[in-house]
């Protein structure tokens, strides 16, 4: 098992309508969680933290379940200007040098 | 948050030759990070660059291929040594957050494509 694994889709989808995307991680004994956004050509950006009771920032929710060892995160009312490359992020451990991230999930949002 | 700037922001290599990738953050900073991402792959970290002290390199990069400068806590070198098409690829330097919120801050990237 890979330790940070995403569907690459890509996921198109149309305005307004609502995607979820999962990701599965390996170790479990990981111990902090994030998405990013990669636009085309572009760094990554911190999109948010995950935690475990789980948490929203506006049409983002995140979700964490440890016991099946996999993060969502969903996008409801979706923009054109989500359209990017969402990678998700484990740390096995405290520091920076663990962090692992997946290869990304592309979202095609269409008018 | 950090503002990090990386140049050059693309380029075209011969094999066989060098290329140095600065970064320059607009705070200090203790560590820095280099990560590269091939096409197609996930970020992969190469090393961590600390401020007086040799970069530690992860698992399969080593300091002849990479050698990484750190001569203050506002920059830091990357370069990519004897290069192959192997080594075509987007290169990242990144710093943490100040606020210890394990948030990671990168700068544009160089897009490199030896030949």
């Known amino acids: 098992r890979k330790e940070v694994e995403q569907d690459p889709g890509p996921f198109n989808v149309p305005e307004g309508a609502t995607v979820a995307f999962n990701c599965t991680y390996s170790n479990s004994a990981s111990q902090s969680f994030f998405w990013y956004r990669q636009d085309c050509r572009k760094e990554p950006k911190l999109l948010m933290s995950v935690y475990s009771s789980g948490n929203e920032d506006g049409r983002f929710t995140a979700q964490l379940n440890r016991a099946s060892q996999y993060i969502s995160l969903l996008i409801r009312d979706s923009k054109l200007s989500d359209s990017a490359t969402y990678l998700c992020?484990?740390?096995?451990?405290?520091?920076?040098?663990?962090?692992?991230f997946g290869k990304g999930t592309m979202l095609l949002v269409s008018p | 948050s950090a503002v990090i700037s990386q140049k050059p922001s693309r380029d075209i290599c011969q094999r066989g030759t060098s290329l140095t990738i600065q970064c320059q953050v607009d705070s200090q900073v203790t560590m820095m990070f280099w990560y590269r991402q091939q096409p197609g792959q996930s970020l992969t970290l190469i090393a961590t660059a600390n401020q007086g002290s040799e970069a530690t390199y992860e698992s399969g990069f080593v300091i002849d291929k990479f050698p990484i400068s750190r001569p203050n806590l506002t920059f830091s070198t990357l370069t990519v040594s004897n290069m192959s098409p192997e080594d075509s690829s987007i290169y990242l330097c990144s710093v943490e957050d100040q606020g210890g919120r394990e948030k990671l801050f990168f700068g544009s990237g160089t897009q490199l494509s030896v030949l």
């Open positions: 992020v484990v740390n096995k451990d405290s520091g920076y040098s663990t962090l692992t």
